[in-house]
């Protein structure tokens, strides 16, 4: 490849080839927020780093933006959702962080502070949204299966009781009928008593 592009085989020429290709092809990415100092700072640290950047600056994304973002966040995760309650969920974040923003601005008049609001913070939410709805889902669940077994178990309650009651009215029948026997021989043991102790006298 190096000959082809007119270098000769010697060792400083294939390095040279090797260097001019690096100087071609390689590519850094660097990411910085432009909040705070540290973009200053490091551009005054590094100037050479940064004299020969391109810098893409990533502006607040608009409001159809985010909606479309937790639309597709929700979606891909909660198939339970209903698209009614899809779409509120998604006007309510993206309203929250469009009046986050504004309120950030407010606070930095009032209080000389800043407060950095970000798409990686708006994805943060979502994802925060999305564990709290899944907890929240599953504790449901496990209550909705608890409230079932004790159901389920007031239901057989109920049978036991019902076969306990049916067997309690035998049961009392049963006694009553023996009582009335019993009162039956007690009269006749009685007359028998009664006509023995006047046989006697």
């Known amino acids: 490849e190096a ?36 973009l200053r700072l ?5 100037p050479a780093l940064f004299s020969g950047t391109i810098i893409d600056w990533f502006h607040s994304w608009p409001r159809d933006a985010l909606y479309s973002v937790v639309i597709r966040f929700l979606n891909d995760n909660n198939k339970l959702l209903s698209n009614e ?3 509120s969920i998604a006007n309510f974040m993206a309203d929250t962080h469009l009046d986050i923003n504004q309120t950030s601005i407010q606070y930095l008049a009032n209080e000389r502070r800043s407060y950095y609001t970000t798409s990686k913070t708006f994805l943060e939410y979502i994802k ?7 907890n929240k889902q599953m504790k449901v669940e496990l209550e909705i299966v608890r409230l079932l077994a004790g159901l389920e178990k007031l239901g057989s309650i109920s049978a036991q009781t019902a ?19 019993a009162e039956i021989a007690l009269k006749i043991v009685t007359a ?10």
């Open 3 to 38: 000959k082809s592009q007119g270098y000769n085989e010697t060792k400083e020429s294939i390095w040279k080839y090797f260097i001019d290709k690096v100087r071609r092809n390689l590519k850094i990415v660097m990411c910085f927020s432009p909040a705070g100092n540290t």
């Open 42 to 46: 490091r551009a005054r640290r590094f």
């Open 85 to 87: 309650v899809s779409h």
């Open 128 to 134: 925060i949204f999305q564990h709290i709805y899944e």
């Open 163 to 181: 076969t306990l009651q049916e067997d309690l009215k035998i049961t009392t029948d049963e006694v009553n009928t023996k009582a009335e026997k």
């Open 192 to 201: 028998e008593a009664d006509k023995v102790s006047k046989e006697k006298v």
